[in-house]
């Protein structure tokens, strides 16, 4: 067989995985939905994937959201990646999220990059790539298409929604949006809205994008190439704010990359560098840079207590009947502690029911995703309570 | 009238103040420590209980075991919630670690239809006694500390206590002296002298006249 062959085989193989992956659902087919930027979206996809059975009254479904770099894979496998979904230590059988018990479900936002109906698709109206042709879209119409997705499952109520980063203000999206469909709330290592520095950052990641000549003003797809150096640094940028000081001294200190002396040039010599090398090489193999793009900026314009309070947060969370649990981690200095605080106290001064933790951490903003005990004991035993007042028997 | 309590597993302080908690009603512990009062509260009489606590042990302590506790203090964080929003709020041993128990004391009337205070007193004989013979800061069960390390910087008497609701406007409703074996003895107008050197610590339902 000649290398030619091979490589059309191999082509046509990805293709059908990637036609293979997770579920979708056709959304918007009746009614289309308005997004907050005016724009209309009709049959659009929402992909997403499913653990666990979903119960006879349909009352254990957990809605899991992910953050800017995450996807519907959250347990098992990630069969795009072939490594562990993003949040396989919380997620499965016997663990916190426990899929003999409860129905997780976790959907690839609304412009994202793995299935879900973002930049990287085809526009049907043209049949040509989105790129800046799609709409810019908000934190609030990634929930309400979310939503669409429940209706589409015939899931009333979502026993809890579950998130950490831009999951989180999704979650917090949810309880506000939708306060009859939400028992439990647990927003973690995140915001009720993005800082001046936390835009900042974003700022930077996009510029590097935009910056490389690959991007196109945002037609690469058309034209066959990729702002990987772009989003490769984007990538490097935003990985320094997940982790924190402590982290990385830990982690790498001043340590050399395979090699005895510094070399006087600029390729990575110290270890912290190699390291973000890879983080940023890995990401643009599995990561849109559009999309990165339409999802920064839907975090940037993310604000709790303007879209639902008049710029007053506990306004916003006025009617609110959910149970919440906020979470933070003391070494995040991406989404610190005094911005869950503010969240604890807009919900106690309308009376909400809420538990909130700082835990002990010094793996930065990433500490959500990692192992800490701590972090999961305060999570198990939120779960455990709520399931009891919901009325969940145990498994 | 004394009556002994019997046992629980729950301190004999906490189960005075559960006592005086109607079933299905909501409350609000202020320092609720490792959560014990919730979770009798919760398990026992139905309430429908929230937390405040000050060490992040006790607040995860709390999280964990299903109750909802959030991780503040007692000074600063009851001015974020709203007038009358439980019926009871519960300060149990705390009273004394504020830096202003007469701003706390208000505001646990105004959040609470009532307010459960229970705090030692430095009124009980031993303690009199212990500075009047030894000569040192007194250091009794319930104030255990050396006069350096204590997070207990406002003691008072049952005395001192009444004097000050009467000057905030608060309607004292019942008040019990516990002493050292668990004997309780109702505080009246009559026997508040005797209550003041027998009882070691005092448990006072107030509400805002």
């Known amino acids: 067989m000649n290398n030619d062959a091979d490589s059309q085989n191999e082509k046509a193989a990805n293709k059908m995985v990637t036609q293979n992956i997770g579920k979708e659902a056709i959304l918007g087919v009746d009614e289309p939905l308005l997004l907050d930027c005016g724009a209309k979206l009709t049959n659009f996809t929402q992909a997403y994937q499913t653990y666990g059975k979903l119960n006879a009254d349909k009352t254990n479904a957990i809605l899991v959201c992910h953050a800017l770099s995450g996807d519907q894979f959250a347990g098992d496998i990630n069969p795009i990646s072939g490594k562990p979904g993003w949040w396989h230590l919380v997620i499965g059988s016997g663990k916190i999220l426990d899929t003999d018990r409860y129905f997780i479900i976790c959907a690839n936002i609304l412009g994202g990059c793995m299935g879900s109906t973002g930049p990287k698709e085809i526009n049907p109206d043209t049949g040509e790539y989105w790129g800046l042709q799609f709409p810019g879209i908000t934190i609030s119409d990634m929930v309400r298409a979310q939503a669409l997705l429940l209706d589409a499952l015939g899931i009333d109520k979502l026993f809890c929604v579950i998130g950490g980063s831009m999951g989180g203000m999704q979650v917090l999206e949810w309880a506000v949006a939708f306060p009859d469909r939400v028992f439990a709330a647990v927003p973690i290592a995140t915001a009720p809205h993005h800082s001046a520095q936390n835009i900042a950052f974003h700022e930077v990641g996009r510029q590097a994008i935009m910056a490389d000549q690959d991007w196109k003003s945002g037609d690469y797809l058309k034209e066959d190439c990729y702002p990987q150096r772009g989003l490769a640094i984007a990538r490097m940028i935003a990985h320094i704010t997940y982790l924190s000081e402590p982290a990385l001294q830990n982690k790498f200190g001043r340590r050399l990359q395979d090699r005895e002396a510094i070399t006087f040039g600029f390729d990575a010599d110290f270890q912290v560098e190699s390291y973000l090398r890879y983080q940023g090489s890995t990401f643009v193999e599995r990561f849109d840079a559009n999309s990165y793009l339409y999802i920064t900026r839907a975090m940037d314009y993310f604000d709790l207590a303007e879209r639902h309070g008049n710029g007053i947060l506990a306004e916003a969370f006025r009617g609110v009947r959910t149970r919440f649990c906020i979470i933070s981690f003391t070494s995040d200095w991406l989404y610190q502690t005094a911005e869950s605080r503010a969240v604890v106290k807009a919900l106690n001064a309308v009376a909400a029911n809420v538990s909130f933790a700082e835990i002990g951490s010094d793996k930065g903003h990433d500490a959500f995703l990692l192992e800490e005990p701590e972090f999961w004991k305060v999570l198990t035993g939120f779960l455990e309570g709520a399931a009891d007042k919901y009325g969940l028997t145990k498994k | ?209």
């Not at chain 2, 109607?22 to 009489?45: H, I, M």
């Not at chain 2, 504020?98 to 004391?105: A, D, G, K, M, S």
């Open chain 2, 1 to 209: 009238m004394t009556t002994k309590l019997k046992k629980l597993n729950l301190r004999v302080d906490l189960q005075l103040i559960a006592k005086m908690v109607e079933p299905g009603s909501r409350a609000l512990d202020v320092g609720c420590g490792d959560g014990a009062l919730l979770d009798y509260l919760n398990q026992e009489k139905k309430v429908d209980g929230r937390g405040i606590e000050l060490s992040s042990d006790g607040v995860n302590a709390c999280v964990s075991s299903g109750l909802s506790v959030i991780q503040g203090d007692a000074d600063q964080d009851l001015d974020d919630y709203p007038d009358q929003a439980f019926d009871y709020v519960i300060l149990g041993q705390t009273l004394q670690a504020t830096r202003e128990p007469h701003n706390v004391l208000q505001n646990l009337v105004r959040i609470g239809k009532r307010a459960i205070v229970s705090f030692p007193n430095f009124g009980y004989w031993r303690v009199r006694a212990g500075l009047m013979f030894i000569g040192k800061m007194p250091q009794t069960k319930t104030l255990s500390y050396n006069w350096y390390d204590t997070p207990n910087i406002h003691f008072c008497t049952i005395t001192d206590f009444i004097i000050l609701c009467g000057s905030l406007g608060i309607t004292i409703e019942n008040g019990i002296a516990l002493d050292r074996v668990g004997r309780t003895r109702e505080i009246g107008r009559a026997g508040m002298r005797f209550a003041n050197l027998r009882g070691e610590q005092a448990i006072f339902l107030l509400k805002k006249s």
